[in-house]
């Protein structure tokens, strides 16, 4: 779901037998690259984008307007920081992404909660490029713990239509007679 082209996201809609679930999209763009802020304003355009902000310290001293209290009163309730999700090591590429908060899983699966709901999602970091930047790491989390989420949910769901075959020996999934031969339609 994290796009590697500037911050272009990709939508995922799930389908399985007539349900059809609008899964939100994520957006990873980097503010500190060219047109970032137009780009921010044009996805903010959708009611149902919310910004996460997944820097360890929200404030930029170069570029305000990019500062937690300057994207709080633009944004309103539709941005958030999200602390846990925060790289202790963002000074030094070299290092390997440690998350600041103790349990980053939780932030995860609020992410996907989110999605879930149909709301999409920005990412927001400094980095310009994406593949130097964990915000593509906490992307690819949220990915798989959706996934995960979502094989879950399909098991229980063929479960239960499992259990519903069983209580009506007669008729299909959509309470339909099975055999042809009594369907009355005149």
């Known amino acids: 779901m994290a796009a590697s082209d500037g911050g272009c996201g990709r939508s995922m809609c799930v389908v399985r037998r007539k349900a059809v679930v609008m899964i939100g999209t994520i957006y990873t763009p980097g503010y500190a690259a060219a047109g970032a802020a137009e780009q921010l304003e044009a996805l903010m355009a959708d009611p149902q984008m919310l910004l996460l902000d997944v820097r360890l310290v929200p404030r930029s001293r170069w570029w305000p307007q990019w500062s937690k209290p300057q994207l709080r009163a ?22 390997p992404v440690v998350f600041a908060g103790r349990h980053p899983e939780r932030a995860i699966a609020g992410a996907v909660a989110l ?37 879950a949910h399909a098991r229980a769901i063929e479960e239960r239509w499992e259990a519903q075959a069983w209580d009506m020996p007669d008729r299909d999934w959509y309470g339909f007679p099975r055999d042809e031969e009594q369907v009355d339609l005149g």
Do not use: M
């Open 74 to 95: 633009k944004w309103g309730k539709r941005y958030s920081h999200e602390k846990q999700l925060g790289n202790v090591n963002y000074k030094d590429a070299s290092q």
């Open 115 to 151: 999605l879930l709901q149909g709301y999409s999602l920005v990412l927001l970091c400094v980095c310009k490029e994406e593949e130097s930047c964990h915000r593509l790491l906490v992307a690819q989390l949220i990915q798989q713990a959706l996934e995960a989420t979502l094989q």
